[in-house]
């Protein structure tokens, strides 16, 4: 339930915070370099500015995979509480948590609205400050 973001490119300043989806990555270097361009600096900053391009993908691909036991030891510290007692014990194969961890995250892409996205594939450059000025 949200925009695709499959095959889309972002980019970042601080390695931290991404911005935009752009249909190439070409567009995304060109928007980071426009970016650097605008941020003020001073002459004791370096000319050179590193930067990050990154593809975006949905945020639930960025999901570990183990969270289907995740989910069973929230049950465990609940269920005490529920049915009295203080060893709840609740034991399952790994093979379905994992499947267990496959259900909650289809679940969740299938029925939520997300309006974020992870990053994959990043890489770092370098740009000088000011040469795609005309």
């Not at 490119?9 to 060109?30: I, N, P, Q, R, V």
């Not at 970016?35 to 639930?60: F, G, K, N």
């Not at 939520?112 to 990053?119: C, K, R, S, W």
Request: aromatic share 8%; with cysteine.
């Amino acid at each position: 339930m949200t925009t695709s973001l499959e095959n889309k490119w972002c980019y970042s300043t601080d390695e931290e915070c991404y911005t935009g989806h752009f249909d190439t990555e070409s567009e995304a270097h060109g928007a980071a370099q426009t970016a650097i361009d605008d941020e003020p600096y001073s002459a004791d900053d370096s000319i050179v500015q590193d930067y990050w391009i990154a593809r975006c993908v949905h945020p639930l691909d960025m999901i570990k995979q183990d969270i289907g036991g995740d989910v069973l030891e929230l049950l465990i510290e609940h269920m005490p509480y529920e049915v009295g007692g203080d060893d709840v014990p609740i034991d399952m194969a790994t093979e379905d948590k994992v499947e267990l961890s496959k259900l909650i995250i289809d679940y969740v892409r299938k029925h939520a609205i997300v309006q974020q996205y992870g990053v994959k594939d990043t890489g770092k450059h370098q740009y000088v400050i000011g040469s795609n000025a005309e």
